[in-house]
């Protein structure tokens, strides 16, 4: 997946070359009634809810009112913000919540607020055998930081786990 991104954000960032500002977004797991988080709380809601493989791989994600309003500031900051004299730059976003958690801590806290047991774990060879290379983004995991929109200001409404999953139950 990050050579993907790689290729991604190279190939966006040829435009800079004619002189247009270029800005690549990065999301981390967007929660929102739709998506993969009905997936991921399903063994919760059924009260098999547990770890995933190690179950500390960390989990950045972002509440999906957060995404749309991070993206509403990052495109007010952009106008606001006069071009550099010279040639047009590329740069890049994270769009994440200030709090990352391990995956066992997201499903412990999802748990709980759903009123559910956290006591079986998952290992990781069925997840790497039912979805191959695409078992990494559950598997691995990474900590990434909104350090962008936090040097602007940008007021997460959703900073913290629990007050996301609360405001979809």
Excluded at 12 to 19: D, K, L, S, V, W
Excluded at 75 to 98: D, E, I, M, R, V
Excluded at 103 to 121: E, G, K, V
Aim: aromatic share 8%; glycine share 10%; hydrophobic share 45%.
């Amino acid at each position: 997946m990050s050579d993907l991104c790689r290729e991604w954000e190279s190939a966006a960032g040829a435009a800079a070359a004619h002189g247009t500002q270029v800005e690549c977004m990065r999301f981390g797991l967007v929660l929102g009634r739709d998506g993969a988080l009905p997936m991921m709380l399903l063994p919760i809601l059924l009260g098999l809810g547990g770890r995933l493989a190690s179950g500390r791989q960390w989990l950045s994600w972002i509440h999906v009112d957060d995404v749309v309003r991070g993206m509403a500031h990052r495109w007010q900051h952009a106008l606001k913000t006069p071009a550099a004299p010279g040639p047009a730059t590329t740069g890049a976003s994270n769009f994440t919540a200030p709090q990352s958690l391990t995956q066992a801590a997201f499903s412990r806290t999802a748990a709980r607020l759903w009123h559910r047991p956290w006591w079986l774990p998952t290992p990781g060879w069925p997840m790497r055998l039912a979805l191959g290379e695409q078992a990494d983004l559950l598997l691995e995991g990474q900590r990434v930081i909104p350090a962008r929109l936090a040097q602007e200001g940008f007021v997460f409404r959703y900073p913290e786990m629990a007050g996301a999953l609360l405001s979809m139950k």
